[in-house]
């Protein structure tokens, strides 16, 4: 989903797109591992690209990485853009966790195939096609063993407390999506920064207006 807007942002700057560890074309860690080790592991992206200075833009799991490569990088950190910067309450956190962080059955005739897609498909707005759609329902399915990783560690990941004590400059964008309510919860918990809403976008928002979404980013990192 990223590529447009790389490309858009890759105009006037250097753009990467990093793969969480064992997602995309990333090796997974050996085990389940919690959100400060992957951000760990990414960080040491900026040492072999010898970058010394970085913007870091976030989308809801990476919104929390991006959060956690801030507090370890400091201040080779400048600003961070979080798209979808969920604040869950503890019971909310426990409840998620039972849902999404812990391994689900595959089943015989394929159903679990199907409900991907079809859940996915429950948040087309104007503009997404069947392929985005396809293409989140491919990545979610790619490894059965693994895909919840990722989920047990954001809901062992207190949004509240760490985005709360970041002094780096930080946007949060709210939009019409799965995680909407939360993420306006962190309207409160940003120390120094901006939110903004766009009710008009949600997933598939930098595939679907990579240039309104460039436009956005620059207006805010280059301020």
């Given at each position: 989903?990223?590529?447009?807007?790389?490309?858009?942002?890759?105009t006037?700057?250097?753009?990467?797109?990093?793969?969480?560890?064992?997602?995309?074309g990333?090796?997974?860690?050996?085990?389940?591992t919690?959100l400060?080790?992957?951000?760990?592991?990414l960080?040491?992206?900026?040492?072999?690209?010898?970058?010394?200075?970085?913007?870091?833009?976030g989308?809801?799991?990476?919104?929390?990485l991006?959060?956690?490569?801030?507090?370890?990088?400091g201040?080779?950190?400048n600003?961070?853009?979080?798209?979808?910067?969920?604040?869950?309450?503890?019971?909310?956190?426990?409840k998620?966790?039972?849902?999404?962080?812990?391994?689900?059955?595959v089943?015989?005739?394929?159903?679990?195939?199907?409900s991907?897609?079809?859940?996915?498909?429950?948040w087309?707005?104007?503009?997404?096609?069947?392929?985005?759609?396809?293409?989140?329902?491919?990545?979610?399915?790619?490894?059965?063993e693994?895909?919840?990783?990722?989920?047990?560690?954001?809901?062992?990941?207190?949004?509240?407390?760490?985005?709360?004590?970041l002094?780096h400059?930080?946007?949060?964008l709210?939009?019409?999506?799965?995680?909407?309510?939360?993420?306006?919860?962190?309207?409160?918990?940003?120390?120094?920064?901006q939110?903004?809403e766009?009710?008009?976008?949600?997933?598939?928002?930098?595939?679907?207006?990579p240039?309104g979404?460039?436009?956005?980013?620059?207006?805010?990192?280059?301020?």
């Open positions: 989903m990223y590529r447009p807007f790389l490309e858009e942002m890759g006037d700057r250097v753009a990467y797109a990093l793969d969480t560890p064992g997602y995309g990333s090796d997974p860690p050996p085990t389940p919690n400060q080790a992957y951000a760990a592991a960080a040491t992206v900026l040492d072999s690209l010898e970058l010394d200075q970085v913007d870091l833009f989308a809801h799991t990476g919104s929390r991006a959060v956690e490569i801030a507090h370890l990088c201040e080779r950190v600003r961070l853009i979080l798209f979808g910067a969920a604040v869950y309450t503890a019971e909310e956190r426990e998620q966790k039972i849902a999404f962080g812990r391994p689900k059955p089943q015989t005739d394929g159903s679990h195939l199907a991907r897609w079809t859940g996915w498909a429950a087309r707005w104007p503009g997404v096609t069947d392929e985005m759609i396809g293409r989140y329902a491919a990545d979610s399915v790619q490894d059965f693994r895909h919840w990783w990722a989920h047990q560690a954001v809901f062992e990941h207190d949004m509240a407390a760490r985005l709360g004590s002094d400059e930080v946007l949060v709210c939009a019409k999506d799965d995680i909407e309510g939360p993420t306006r919860r962190a309207k409160s918990v940003i120390r120094h920064g939110y903004i766009r009710l008009d976008w949600g997933h598939w928002f930098l595939e679907v207006d240039v979404a460039a436009d956005m980013a620059r207006g805010f990192l280059d301020t």
